[in-house]
């Protein structure tokens, strides 16, 4: 079965800060590894995902996350954050099927 | 914008009653899946069609069930309705079903059950 743990429900940042959104994963088969986003009153949004290949990924808009198979981890970070970064970031494993993380809300503060 | 649409956006409604949720993916897509997002239980995997055919099933209740149609649209519906039902229901689309696919949002049907 798979799992996935965010370990942070709330992270409050100032402008311009740097952040880390941490995500534990366990499977007992091959996973894919995604962050979607959800800004407020809207669907989820694929930010980046890890198919195969390099560990680190990055996305359009900044954030980058590295696969580490040792440590189960998929962390999501960004070296400067903006306020239209405010939202829900949930952390998903897909091996039989796509599993969410409970999510983690991140606020931007000025 | 996803591609994927869902109506109605938000439905009111009362115990024991039966609703139905509508979802269209995006052009293209075979695989729709449905969702619960809730307050407590965070984002569920509800149910998973691909062409037509239920491929894979998460935690829906028996008094829920879906179908997906020829057109690939698809419906959940929700009967017997209970409080703790309410909750946001999202849809999704991909290609193909298989398991490395993005999966694509719509914006969600708001459930309100009083």
């Known amino acids: 079965a798979q799992s996935v743990t965010q370990l942070d429900s709330q992270v409050p940042v100032f402008e311009e800060a740097p952040v880390e959104l941490r995500c534990n994963y366990s499977s007992s088969v091959s996973v894919y590894l995604f962050w979607y986003v959800q800004y407020p009153n809207q669907g989820l949004q694929l930010l980046l995902k890890?198919?195969?290949?390099?560990?680190l990924v990055e996305s359009i808009n900044g954030f980058e996350a590295e696969f580490n198979k040792s440590q189960t981890s998929f962390h999501l970070r960004k070296p400067s954050v903006h306020i239209s970064d405010t939202a829900e970031y949930f952390c998903?494993?897909?091996?039989?099927?796509?599993?969410f993380g409970k999510g983690t809300k991140l606020t931007v503060n000025p | 914008d996803s591609g994927v649409t869902q109506t109605p956006k938000h439905l009111i409604t009362a115990t024991g009653q039966r609703v139905t949720l509508r979802c269209s993916p995006r052009s293209g897509d075979l695989s729709v899946y449905w969702y619960q997002q809730s307050l407590d239980q965070g984002l569920q995997f509800l149910i998973q069609?691909?062409?037509?055919?239920?491929?894979a099933k998460g935690n829906i209740l028996e008094r829920f069930s879906a179908q997906q149609f020829p057109d690939l649209h698809s419906e959940l519906n929700l009967s017997s309705l209970e409080l703790g039902d309410s909750a946001l229901y999202f849809c999704?689309?991909?290609?193909?079903?298989?398991?490395?696919?993005?999966?694509?949002f719509g914006p969600g049907t708001r459930l309100t059950v009083l």
């Open positions: 069609y691909y062409n037509g055919e239920e491929r």
């Open positions: 999704a689309s991909s290609p193909t079903g298989g398991t490395p696919d993005t999966q694509y």
């Open positions: 998903a494993v897909s091996g039989e099927k796509l599993v």
């Open positions: 890890y198919l195969s290949g390099s560990t």
